[in-house]
């Protein structure tokens, strides 16, 4: 499909330029730093998750500064790039560092993947020596529990190397989409669930404080994992591994935004888009783009800037 180019109106201005690209980003400073993490080659069904962060940049585009919360137009949001070749060992220890580094620069990362393999480098970047000492919430229809080293592994593997299974909650684990192994998993670990079902007897601010309270307890950070699968799949066809049934994209919004208003999630992720499975009005690209600025808006809330 060809499209035309986007009408230019100096007063109408796109979150595509709000971003700024610094010559030297290991040194720019901000608010919100974003890292694009296209990986992709151990995802448990073959993705082309790695075209995402740009397809997600230029979506953009499509979207303004302006929400009923607040404008981002005073917000400093840094696009530090994408790591390069972030898939395998050698991968993940760049996708580290570079979590690693701009966590000392900026209150608040947010990954772009890629597939859900970059929560566990991502979380070892931020956490550093102290990941004993963090939470994390993911919001994904699966458990991420697997054996190996996969897309389907990140949360056990993170258990493994330290992080508190008492201090992990999961919502939107949906029926049908898991088994009774990793299931069991997840009690032995001492993960709190919250069912797909669970949530429409309750608000997305309900299901987020509850999950905050057990993440965060006593102030401990928190890192936060939005796997789009966790919505139904008629809102997310270029997610793989999406559903008939799962939660609304408005629902996922408001999540996203009400995570990152809390002073404790120091960084997020935004897994499982494959922009070259999308349907032609890049339905499932543009909900990633909207979730990076619900994620800015949760921010901006806090009332605490650099600029």
């Not at 919505?231 to 008939?244: F, I, K, L, Q």
Request: proline residues 6%; hydrophobic residues 40%.
């Amino acid at each position: 499909m060809v499209e035309s180019a986007l009408p230019y109106d100096p007063h109408w201005p796109r979150a595509s330029d709000w971003l700024t690209h610094p010559a030297e980003p290991t040194t720019a400073h901000g608010d919100l730093a974003l890292i694009g993490v296209p990986a992709h080659a151990t995802s448990i069904s073959p993705s082309g998750a790695h075209t995402t962060p740009a397809a997600v940049r230029e979506a953009l585009s499509r979207y303004s500064l302006l929400a009923t919360s607040g404008g981002l137009s005073a917000l400093a949001t840094v696009d530090l790039g994408d790591v390069k070749d972030p898939d395998g060992p050698g991968g993940e220890t760049r996708v580290a560092l570079a979590a690693e580094e701009a966590a000392r620069r900026f209150p608040l990362v947010l990954g772009i993947g890629g597939d859900n393999s970059i929560t566990y480098s991502l979380v070892r970047g931020l956490a550093g020596d102290a990941l004993g000492e963090w939470g994390l919430i993911t919001v994904d229809a699966h458990h991420d529990l697997r054996d190996g080293t996969t897309n389907g592994s990140p949360v056990r593997r993170l258990v493994e190397a330290g992080l508190p299974g008492e201090h992990v909650v999961q919502i939107g684990i949906a029926d049908f989409s898991n088994s009774a192994f990793y299931a069991e998993r997840a009690r032995e670990y001492g993960i709190t669930v919250v069912p797909r079902g669970e949530l429409r007897h309750h608000s997305p601010a309900e299901v987020v404080a509850h999950a905050l309270e057990i993440a965060g307890q006593g102030g401990r950070p928190v890192f936060v994992d939005l796997d789009v699968d966790v919505c139904d799949r008629s809102v997310v066809p270029g997610c793989h591994a999406a559903a008939p049934g799962g939660i609304s994209a408005d629902e996922l919004r408001q999540i996203a935004h009400l995570l990152a208003r809390d002073t404790r999630v120091r960084g997020l992720d935004i897994t499982e888009v494959d922009a070259t499975a999308d349907t032609s009005d890049e339905r499932t690209v543009r909900l990633a783009a909207l979730l990076v600025l619900e994620v800015a808006a949760g921010l901006a809330a806090r009332g605490h800037h650099t600029v």
